[in-house]
């Protein structure tokens, strides 16, 4: 049995704690509930959640902010704000330039937790995960981090580069500061290698539609419905499926077996041509962004299905 075993959030009973961990017990804080609610929420309607990435930072702080901002009212449910990092290895070439106008125009960690805060005077309901890679967050300081991210309002991770194997280094203390710790499974991800990738997410399940970088095309649907369907004979968490949605019509097919629908690359690509000659942001930025949002959760919402 593995050190914690989270089913949609709720603190449960632990095993035998491991070395180096002896009688600690998970906490999770009631911002971190977020997660659950929405979902909860959205199942209650009959139709999947619309989870939408954007980049903190691009193209610039004030920018960046304002589509944050308008997320909500365009029809996202929840929201993947990208930490900016020089080398990701998971990232496609619309996510990899959104990162470089972010850090060009002097985004940080800092000012990434900065946004969430400020996002959070205004909204409280709506769940906020950090989506990126482990270099800035131990540059930071794993402890700093993760007192600054609950404080700030964040629900929940996304760290693509740290697997399993390495739960102890973040994933495990940031479950017990409250924060869930959502893992990726992916086309490669066995019936053998699942229950591992499992053992410690919590929020929901993050499958990544193809194998490859973010930005793809997504080659059968139906295999996509096939994994969804035996990811969930072995979690009740709900389960997000991204990489390779561009569309409403992508949004609503995908919408039909996922409990989430998770679309980022278009919509940093969106950002990037409203820009002008410079790079600059436009009058057109924002509503360019927020149009797309609109349209992929009239699509999401199109799809009607038995409410939980």
């Known amino acids: ?35 659950q609610t929405r979902f909860a929420a959205c199942a209650s309607q009959g139709r999947a959640a619309l989870v939408t990435f954007v980049t903190a930072g691009d193209p610039d702080f004030e920018t960046a902010s304002a589509i944050l901002h308008a997320l909500p009212a ?38 990434t937790l900065a946004m969430v805060e400020g996002f959070r005077k205004a909204d409280h309901d709506t769940p906020i995960v950090l989506m990126g890679y482990y270099n800035p967050i131990y540059v930071y300081g794993v402890a700093r981090f993760l007192a600054d991210a609950a404080a700030a309002g964040v629900d929940g991770l996304i760290i693509v580069d740290l697997p399993p194997e390495e739960d102890a280094e ?25 229950p591992t990738v499992l053992r410690n997410t919590s929020g929901f399940v993050y499958y990544v539609s193809m194998t490859g970088v973010t930005g793809g095309v997504i080659a059968s649907y139906d295999a996509v419905g096939e994994a969804v369907a035996r990811i969930k004979r072995h979690t009740g968490l709900p389960i997000a499926v ?33 820009l002008d000659a410079d790079g600059k942001a436009t009058e057109k930025t924002v509503s360019a962004v927020t149009s797309l949002v609109s349209e992929l959760a009239a699509g999401v919402r199109s799809v009607a299905r038995a409410a939980a």
């Not at 709720?10 to 180096?20: F, I, M, Y």
């Not at 990232?91 to 002097?106: F, H, I, N």
Request: hydrophobic share 45%.
């Open 1 to 35: 049995m593995s050190l914690y075993d989270i089913r949609r959030g709720l603190p449960v009973a632990l095993s035998p704690a491991r070395a180096g961990h002896a009688n600690r017990r998970l906490m999770i804080s009631p911002a971190t509930t977020r997660i």
């Open 74 to 111: 365009a029809g996202a449910d929840m929201i993947e704000l990208g930490v900016p990092f020089t080398d990701p290895m998971a990232d496609g070439v619309p996510v990899q330039l959104a990162g470089q106008r972010a850090l060009k125009g002097g985004q940080t960690l800092k000012k």
């Open 170 to 194: 973040l994933c495990l203390p940031a479950l017990e500061a409250g924060l869930n710790f959502i893992r990726l499974a992916t086309p490669t991800t066995d019936d053998r290698r699942l």
């Open 242 to 274: 991204g990489f390779g949605v561009k569309t409403a019509t992508d949004a609503a097919t995908i919408a039909r077996s996922a409990d989430g629908v998770v679309v980022g690359s278009a919509l940093v690509e969106r950002v990037r041509l409203s």
